[in-house]
C-alpha cells in the first residue's frame, strides 16, 4: 500500500477495483489484478498472469500450503535480496481470497514496519502461496506529503465542517472512483447541517493511526458533502468503508470510527435518501 510518497493516516485496500472494461482488458493480455491498495493521493496494484493463479490455491480443510510463519520469512528474505529493510516487525497480515477466482484460491499480504509515517521504514508485500512475491504497478501518485493529510489531522478542515454556512449533498455513483457532481447538487437545511457538522467535524469521530481495511464490491452508490463558508470549501466522499475528499489543494483521507460511522449512516437515511436513490 504504497507509492513514492506516503503519508497518510489511512490506508484502505481491496481485492480487485476494476471496472468491468478494464478486467476485460487484463483478461485479453492473460493479466489480472489480485489485489489494490490506496491512501491519500496514491493507488497501487498487484497483477499476475492468470495462470499464475494455479500455484496459489488453498482447500481450506488443512493448513494452507505456506504458513504465516514461511510467509513472513519469504518476505524478509525478498526484501533483503532488493537491499531494503528486511528486519522491521509485521504490522500486518492476512490472507485474502482473490475475487472472481475459485474459492480456492488465496493470497498473503503483509505490512512491515511504519509504511504510513515514511516509506523507508516499511513495506507492503503480496505473495502468492507458492512464497512468489508480486511486484505492485503504481495507478496513481504525483501527490507529496505537503499536499496530502489525514481529516482527523487537519483543524483548519474540522473548523470549516463545524461553522459551514452552507451545505451541499450529491450523489456519488462509483464511490471508489469518485467525482464531484455539480449538476445534482442539493442545498441542505439547518437542521441536517448542524447534525452532520457536530458530527463530522468532531477530531474524535475520525480514527487515529493506521487502518489497512478491504473493501467490498461492487459499492452502492454513496453520497458527497459539500461544506461552504465564504470561498472556502471541503468536499467529502464516502464509500461504504472511508472518506476521501479535497480542501483547497490539499487531498483528503479518513475513517470514522465506528459508533461516528453507524450515526453517519442514520444522517445519510434521514436526509439523503434521494441521492441514494440515484442511479
Given at each position: 500500500?504504497?507509492?513514492?510518497?506516503?503519508?497518510?493516516?489511512?490506508?484502505?485496500?481491496?481485492?480487485?477495483?476494476?471496472?468491468?472494461?478494464?478486467?476485460?482488458?487484463?483478461?485479453?493480455?492473460?493479466?489480472?489484478?489480485?489485489?489494490?491498495?490506496?491512501?491519500?493521493?496514491?493507488?497501487?496494484?498487484?497483477?499476475?498472469?492468470?495462470?499464475?493463479?494455479?500455484?496459489?490455491?488453498?482447500?481450506?480443510?488443512?493448513?494452507?500450503?505456506?504458513?504465516?510463519?514461511?510467509?513472513?520469512?519469504?518476505?524478509?528474505?525478498?526484501?533483503?535480496?532488493?537491499?531494503?529493510?528486511?528486519?522491521?516487525?509485521?504490522?500486518?497480515?492476512?490472507?485474502?481470497?482473490?475475487?472472481?477466482?475459485?474459492?480456492?484460491?488465496?493470497?498473503?499480504?503483509?505490512?512491515?514496519?511504519?509504511?504510513?509515517?515514511?516509506?523507508?521504514?516499511?513495506?507492503?508485500?503480496?505473495?502468492?502461496?507458492?512464497?512468489?512475491?508480486?511486484?505492485?504497478?503504481?495507478?496513481?501518485?504525483?501527490?507529496?506529503?505537503?499536499?496530502?493529510?489525514?481529516?482527523?489531522?487537519?483543524?483548519?478542515?474540522?473548523?470549516?465542517?463545524?461553522?459551514?454556512?452552507?451545505?451541499?449533498?450529491?450523489?456519488?455513483?462509483?464511490?471508489?472512483?469518485?467525482?464531484?457532481?455539480?449538476?445534482?447538487?442539493?442545498?441542505?437545511?439547518?437542521?441536517?447541517?448542524?447534525?452532520?457538522?457536530?458530527?463530522?467535524?468532531?477530531?474524535?469521530?475520525?480514527?487515529?493511526?493506521?487502518?489497512?481495511?478491504?473493501?467490498?464490491?461492487?459499492?452502492?452508490?454513496?453520497?458527497?458533502?459539500?461544506?461552504?463558508?465564504?470561498?472556502?470549501?471541503?468536499?467529502?466522499?464516502?464509500?461504504?468503508?472511508?472518506?476521501?475528499?479535497?480542501?483547497?489543494?490539499?487531498?483528503?483521507?479518513?475513517?470514522?470510527?465506528k459508533n461516528p460511522k453507524q450515526e453517519f449512516e442514520d444522517w445519510k437515511r434521514r436526509y439523503a435518501q434521494p441521492e441514494l436513490a440515484f442511479k
Open positions: 500500500m504504497s507509492r513514492l510518497v506516503i503519508l497518510p493516516v489511512l490506508i484502505a485496500v481491496s481485492v480487485s477495483t476494476v471496472s468491468s472494461s478494464e478486467r476485460a482488458e487484463q483478461m485479453s493480455s492473460q493479466e489480472r489484478e489480485i489485489f489494490s491498495a490506496g491512501g491519500v493521493g496514491f493507488e497501487m496494484s498487484w497483477r499476475v498472469p492468470e495462470q499464475k493463479l494455479d500455484a496459489s490455491q488453498w482447500n481450506m480443510k488443512s493448513e494452507p500450503p505456506l504458513s504465516a510463519a514461511q510467509a513472513v520469512a519469504k518476505a524478509r528474505s525478498y526484501l533483503a535480496s532488493q537491499g531494503k529493510p528486511s528486519q522491521l516487525p509485521v504490522a500486518w497480515l492476512q490472507l485474502f481470497h482473490v475475487n472472481d477466482a475459485p474459492p480456492t484460491c488465496f493470497i498473503y499480504v503483509l505490512q512491515f514496519g511504519e509504511l504510513w509515517s515514511d516509506p523507508s521504514k516499511g513495506s507492503l508485500m503480496v505473495m502468492l502461496l507458492d512464497g512468489s512475491v508480486v511486484v505492485p504497478v503504481t495507478t496513481k501518485t504525483g501527490i507529496n506529503s505537503a499536499e496530502a493529510q489525514g481529516i482527523n489531522n487537519s483543524p483548519d478542515v474540522l473548523r470549516l465542517i463545524r461553522t459551514a454556512e452552507t451545505l451541499y449533498v450529491f450523489p456519488v455513483t462509483s464511490p471508489l472512483k469518485p467525482q464531484r457532481d455539480d449538476k445534482h447538487m442539493r442545498l441542505l437545511g439547518s437542521e441536517a447541517r448542524k447534525d452532520i457538522a457536530q458530527l463530522l467535524g468532531n477530531e474524535g469521530s475520525w480514527w487515529h493511526g493506521l487502518s489497512a481495511i478491504a473493501i467490498p464490491e461492487p459499492q452502492p452508490t454513496n453520497i458527497g458533502l459539500l461544506f461552504r463558508s465564504g470561498k472556502d470549501e471541503v468536499v467529502l466522499f464516502f464509500n461504504s468503508e472511508t472518506v476521501e475528499g479535497k480542501f483547497r489543494e490539499i487531498e483528503l483521507g479518513g475513517l470514522l470510527e
